[in-house]
């Protein structure tokens, strides 16, 4: 049984933000930041706090170089590496270490680069970090001080408080370490404790009373010298964990982060989706609405979703979306991938069955199998495979779909990715904004599948029972 604490005991012992001298003080400093941010997103899911912005899906030298180029001073590219194997996103994070650190020297720029990574705490950590010190450090000849840690994502409710990642669910905090998150087969830990949390995936090379600990405590009391005095003593890629509660929090760091990179200091970082907005000093818009996504020629269409995350929330929102009449349900047997003729039979039928409804101008919804494939102990890497295997078919019905939807939306980490990378086979997108807290959607570009047409993606662990039954009825005018 899990432990339950009340969100409230955990944050009253808190004092308020100071907005207003939070303002001021990062109009005083943001200004003098001119690094190109440069953001490697483990899934597609990492843009969902931004907007305005582009991301990337390959990371060729000619398309980084572009990043730099843009007029924006952050980009993304998506290497959705959380569905790699560890041989796969080492070779990964070395290539766009080799080329970000030769570009920002060919283009005499400064740069940042951010690993933003799963707020629930699942990835290919610390590999992926770690690779991109040692690359970086062959090449510039300089050491990286130290690796910053925060994965606070309030729209997901992920708390960072005394050291300890909570994930909340409704009016309760639960440690992380005892969420289902920390039982993925592939990336499952058992720390809460962010500093133990650092020891134990690390295998102890980085010990948890090594780490440097920005308190919320030093934040609220907007202690900026003494959080630079922090950083300034961090050495040795040492870890520096930040505690948040709200994005003002996170501003206050990334004040005193400025003023010790002014000074020498080198990070990394492995973050969620949050301190990319704050550090690209992007705004807060308003959540999308139906006139804002849908043309008034494609209002008769049929939308197409597609769910393939196996998480509970995700299947809990799947049984509320099943309680609209109005959308065709057709579920998808994955486990036949096992049987490789009778798999490519299913997914043809689920396709020509998805192309039927959709050209009649119903709304379709694609969801595999929801039991997991479970081969059995010692069959991770195996699993993660079917488990690619799965996505590219479901992809595969996306990329060959005849009929144009009004809307498409993936629900999923991998599923999300794939279907846009290699479904819609979208090359550069821009993040027009998010249509839920957390739930990012792109425009995808003129050399997608489906030119200009709204692309949702919706993570699996985010939002409440009813956020895609919601979202769906906003897409469709109804809400």
Request: net charge negative.
């Amino acid at each position: 049984m899990i432990e339950k604490r009340e969100v409230v005991e955990e944050l009253i012992q808190f004092s308020s933000v100071k907005k207003e001298a939070i303002n001021k003080l990062w109009a005083e400093v943001r200004p003098s930041f001119n690094h190109k941010i440069v953001v490697l997103d483990d899934d597609p899911t990492g843009v969902q706090t931004v907007h305005g912005v582009f991301v990337y899906t390959d990371w060729t030298e000619e398309t980084i170089e572009q990043g730099f180029l843009d007029e924006t001073q952050i980009f993304f590219i998506l290497t959705n590496s959380r569905a790699f194997t560890a041989q796969e996103t080492e070779q990964v994070h070395r290539d766009i270490a080799e080329r970000v650190e030769r570009l920002s020297q060919k283009l005499n720029q400064p740069y940042m680069i951010i690993s933003r990574g799963d707020s629930t705490l699942r990835g290919h950590y610390p590999l992926e970090t770690k690779v991109m010190k040692e690359t970086i450090e062959q090449q510039k000849k300089q050491e990286i001080d130290g690796e910053i840690l925060l994965p606070f994502f309030k729209e997901g409710g992920r708390l960072t408080v005394n050291n300890i990642h909570y994930v909340q669910y409704t009016d309760a905090l639960v440690p992380a370490g005892e969420t289902e998150f920390a039982k993925d087969r592939t990336f499952g830990f058992t720390s809460s404790h962010l500093g133990e949390w650092i020891e134990e995936k690390t295998e102890g090379a980085y010990r948890a009373g090594d780490t440097t600990y920005i308190s919320l405590t030093s934040i609220r009391q907007l202690a900026i010298e003494d959080i630079v005095n922090q950083l300034i003593n961090v050495s040795n890629f040492n870890k520096v964990v930040v505690n948040a509660l709200d994005e003002e929090d996170v501003r206050v760091f990334s004040i005193a982060l400025i003023l010790a990179m002014q000074k020498g200091k080198r990070f990394l970082f492995r973050t969620a989706a949050t301190f990319t907005k704050i550090i690209g000093n992007i705004s807060s818009k308003p959540l999308l609405k139906h006139d804002d996504l849908i043309e008034k020629s494609e209002e008769n269409g049929g939308g197409l979703i597609v769910v393939g995350s196996h998480v509970q929330k995700t299947t809990e929102q799947l049984q509320e979306l099943q309680t609209l009449s109005s959308l065709t349900f057709i579920e998808l047997d994955c486990h036949l991938v096992l049987n490789r003729e009778e798999f490519i039979r299913e997914v043809e039928r689920v396709k020509s069955e998805a192309q039927t409804s959709v050209a009649k101008g119903e709304t379709t919804v694609i969801y595999t199998k929801r039991e997991r494939l479970d081969l059995g102990e010692g069959k991770k890497e195996e699993e993660l495979k079917l488990s690619v295997e799965i996505s590219a078919a479901v992809t595969s019905i996306v990329r060959d779909f005849e009929i144009r939807p009004k809307y498409i939306i993936a629900k999923g980490g991998i599923t999300s990715s794939d279907v846009g990378t290699k479904g819609l086979q979208v090359k550069k997108a821009t993040v027009v904004g998010q249509i839920a807290p957390g739930i990012p959607v792109w425009k995808t570009g003129s050399d997608s599948v489906f030119p200009h047409i709204p692309y949702v993606i919706f993570p699996g662990n985010v939002g409440t029972v009813t956020t895609l039954k919601n979202v769906v009825l906003e897409l469709e005018g109804k809400h």
